[in-house]
């Protein structure tokens, strides 16, 4: 690979109007815009559409998503990866044409089917720059991981793509989330391929090379992984790959599959709300408190589909009331199977809404919080 062929993608891109490129611009943009809540980004994977070279619908429904994108105007777009077909020069400057064209500010994950061409790492690199960095914006920190890896042995289809977090990345993740702990950040993570969760899917998610049906859970550091997700309190891990829509809980995490970007779908893992077979995106609005609301935009149409609108309250919300001057929550300690009184709209941990208004009984230890727009946010522990 030349690097005049590099130089000319950058060149003819710049030439059209916004850069996408590379990361660190995108960033500057992002984080030197004046601060305003909620802060609203979206969360779009698997934007490619065929596995045919010169398929004229290739890009068609990734196109009609990014003119929707543009029109909700976030403030940016985290895309999960899998944004071009085998990773050939000619594909990558097809989407950084596309991208350019946008108003919006867009960032990308590094998926596999970026790995399958020999030149397919260089051209990142050379194109976006780091595969794993992270930003600041508001209260929230984002962190962006690179879990896909090519690998030197070749098949087929191309370069066989191991799949899986180093050690050096799991040294690195560790200190981003420690110090935004410091900091009293919210961290998410977005990375392409999301782990193996017990009890949850095991095809197509974290493992090492070959790691269909069945992940190597050893080589690919994934319990390390969700482990650093739960002891850190991520709210969030934002995935693709899976050319679907799924969001599950693991360990107190909320683990978001998104792979409707384009891609031909396939079979949704979770019934409705939890999950569809269906192209989308989402658009996440965060704010100042920790609550975030997610909406779900099927490709296409105007609206949100609210069966699978959800809010999740980060960790740390307890640190702030809305509606009160007080610096500290009020708190309240009651066994499982009590009936509580109260005014407002009562959710558990993760988000999920299980009651309103009146008399509700719980019977699940855990913690949970009843929101009243005059009172603000009142925490409930249920001991067992």
Avoid at 84 to 99: K, L, N, P, T
Wanted: aromatic share 14%; with cysteine; charged share 20%.
């Amino acid at each position: 690979m030349k690097k005049t062929g590099f130089v000319l993608i950058l060149l003819v891109s710049s030439l059209l109007g916004i850069q996408n490129h590379p990361t660190d611009l995108v960033i500057s943009r992002i984080v030197s815009t004046p601060l305003r809540y909620p802060i609203r980004f979206v969360f779009i994977g698997d934007s490619r559409r065929s596995f045919n070279s010169g398929d004229p619908d290739a890009d068609s429904i990734f196109s009609i998503a990014r003119q929707q994108i543009d029109e909700l105007g976030p403030l940016f777009v985290i895309h999960g990866g899998d944004f071009v077909q085998d990773g050939y020069r000619h594909e990558y400057a097809h989407f950084v044409s596309m991208i350019d064209s946008s108003s919006t500010n867009i960032l990308t994950v590094r998926g596999n089917h970026e790995l399958y061409a020999d030149e397919g790492p260089l051209l990142y690199d050379s194109i976006f720059g780091e595969t794993d960095y992270f930003f600041d914006y508001g209260r929230y920190r984002f962190i962006v991981l690179a879990d896909c890896q090519q690998d030197s042995l070749t098949g087929n289809y191309g370069h066989y793509i191991d799949y899986l977090v180093t050690e050096e990345q799991l040294s690195w993740l560790e200190s981003v989330l420690a110090d935004a702990r410091t900091r009293g950040l919210i961290s998410f993570v977005f990375a392409h391929v999301p782990p193996y969760q017990p009890g949850h899917d095991t095809t197509h998610c974290l493992g090492y090379s070959n790691y269909y049906p069945r992940p190597n859970y050893e080589m690919s550091h994934t319990e390390q992984f969700s482990n650093l997700m739960a002891e850190y309190g991520v709210p969030i891990g934002f995935f693709s790959h899976q050319h679907l829509y799924d969001r599950h809980q693991y360990r107190g995490v909320w683990y978001i599959i998104s792979g409707g970007g384009g891609a031909p779908t396939y079979g949704y893992i979770s019934p409705p709300p939890f999950g569809c077979a269906c192209h989308h995106f989402l658009l996440m609005e965060l704010d100042s408190t920790g609550v975030i609301h997610g909406k779900f935009y099927r490709i296409g149409e105007s609206g949100p589909d609210s069966t699978f609108n959800f809010t999740i309250y980060a960790s740390g919300i307890e640190e702030a009331r809305r509606g009160s001057n007080s610096s500290k929550p009020e708190f309240m300690v009651l066994k499982a199977g009590e009936t509580i009184k109260t005014k407002g709209e009562i959710y558990s941990a993760a988000g999920r809404k299980i009651g309103q208004d009146g008399k509700v009984r719980i019977s699940r230890p855990g913690f949970y919080f009843v929101v009243n727009k005059n009172r603000g946010i009142q925490k409930i522990m249920i001991l067992p």
